[in-house]
């Protein structure tokens, strides 16, 4: 009923397809435990902005979190639009640096776009703190 096809001696492969493995690869986990500490307070931020199941009675849809990895200190700050994401971080540094009479070195965040714009960026180098930007979705 087939015309055209040629039948071989050859084996059939019996190990697992490569390409498919490959293909379903799930990352590998990620240690809850960091190896190495920020060994001066601010040295290392870590900001994110999380969205709200429900709005906040004071109409926050989000709210950005930052935290010292010294010291493990938290601040949130509501936010109601995305684009204000860039106000809440400008207001975290001022505040932290006079409060703590040291500078930030380093914000890290995740590349979900709050922080990965040339305006943040911009900010960022203009007071002399490096960005990193982590994999989205990811802890």
């Given at each position: 009923m087939v015309t055209g096809m040629e039948f071989t001696d050859k084996p059939l492969p019996t190990?697992?397809?490569?390409?498919?493995?490959?293909?379903k690869q799930t990352c590998t986990g990620i240690s809850k435990v960091?190896?190495?500490r920020s060994e001066?307070?601010?040295g290392c931020i870590f900001s994110d902005l999380c969205e709200q199941p429900?709005?906040?009675?004071?109409g926050y849809n989000y709210f950005a979190t930052f935290i010292d990895d010294k010291l493990r200190n938290v601040w949130v700050a509501?936010?109601?639009?995305?684009?204000?994401a860039l106000y809440q971080l400008k207001v975290f540094i001022a505040h932290?640096?006079?409060?703590?009479?040291?500078?930030i070195q380093v914000v890290q965040s995740?590349?979900?776009g709050e922080y990965d714009s040339k305006v943040v960026t911009a900010y960022?180098?203009?007071q002399s703190i490096t960005q990193e930007l982590t994999t989205p979705d990811m802890p």
């Open positions: 190990g697992p397809c490569e390409p498919y493995l490959k293909g960091a190896d190495e001066i307070v601010l429900t709005r906040s009675h004071h509501g936010v109601r639009k995305k684009l204000e932290a640096e006079v409060k703590t009479d040291k500078c995740d590349g979900e960022l180098q203009e």
